[in-house]
């Protein structure tokens, strides 16, 4: 599975990006899709998660601000960022959990590329 993550750039604090990411490959199913986010000097952590039911999951830093959605028939996932504040600011990597045409039990993770976001003040 390539993920290709798409949407970051530059926007004042209380502004707003949106991010999308599409999936491609020789997919047999998509499980779950998130995006997770690092800022400098800091680890990795999960921002909002989606899984194929629709339910979702978010960092307490980003809820009602933040919202993640799918395209289950685009296997691509969206993170509609609002309200963005500094500390917003990082490289956020699309990642999903999926399996494969012709090894449909075999799942694994996948990351995207990242998309650096920068909020300025």
């Known amino acids: 599975v390539q993920l290709q993550a798409s949407g970051g750039g530059l926007v004042q604090a209380g502004g707003s990006l949106r991010l999308s990411c599409a999936a491609s490959?020789?997919?047999?199913?998509?499980?779950?899709m998130a995006w997770y986010r690092q800022a400098p000097g800091e680890q990795r952590e999960l921002a909002a998660a989606?899984?194929?039911?629709?339910?979702?999951n978010y960092a307490d830093s980003v809820k009602r601000r933040f919202t993640i959605s799918r395209d289950s028939a685009k296997n691509t996932v969206y993170l509609q960022m609002n309200s963005l504040k500094p500390e917003d600011t990082g490289v956020y990597y699309c990642?999903?959990?999926?399996?494969?045409?012709?090894?449909?039990?075999?799942?694994?993770?996948?990351w995207g590329q990242g998309t650096q976001v920068t909020v300025s003040s």
């Open positions: 990642n999903a959990v999926g399996a494969l045409i012709g090894s449909r039990t075999d799942w694994n993770t996948y």
């Open positions: 490959g020789n997919i047999f199913r998509i499980k779950a």
């Open positions: 989606i899984v194929s039911g629709g339910g979702t």
